[in-house]
């Protein structure tokens, strides 16, 4: 069974920024895409960054890019994301999912962690 355990969420001020960390266990696979969604207030979640396993290749929501920054660390099965000039639309909770393959859409992901809030405001 996988598990996500997310961390990192918190409150920033606006143009500052967070980093979140996703813990990833209990799987083997070698082929795998893993990152995150968020849902803000009143919004549907939405795909903001995530990578592959195998060729590291990154997929990013448009209005993040240059903004946000994806990384994993392999052995320690981590992924985090860097978020860099917050601004108030940012604010929303965090998920770290994974696919076991390579799709990136809510539909398509099998496991998901339980979520950290980040907010932006003054």
């Known amino acids: 069974q996988v598990q996500l355990v997310e961390s990192g969420g918190g409150l920033a001020q606006p143009g500052g920024s967070l980093r979140l960390s996703c813990a990833a266990s209990?799987?083997?696979?070698?082929?795998?895409?893993i990152g995150w969604f968020r849902q803000a207030p009143g919004k549907e979640r939405e795909g903001v960054a995530s990578i592959s396993s195998s060729s590291g290749r990154t997929i990013y929501l448009e209005s993040v890019k240059g903004l946000f920054t994806i990384s994993r660390a392999a052995a320690k099965n981590t992924v985090d994301l860097q978020m860099n000039r917050l601004n108030p639309e940012d604010t929303a909770v965090y998920y770290c999912?994974?696919?076991?393959?390579?799709?990136?859409?809510?539909?398509?992901?099998?496991?998901w962690g339980k979520g950290t809030l980040g907010t932006v405001s003054t």
């Open positions: 209990g799987f083997t696979l070698d082929y795998y895409r």
């Open positions: 999912a994974f696919s076991d393959g390579d799709r990136w859409d809510e539909g398509g992901m099998v496991y």
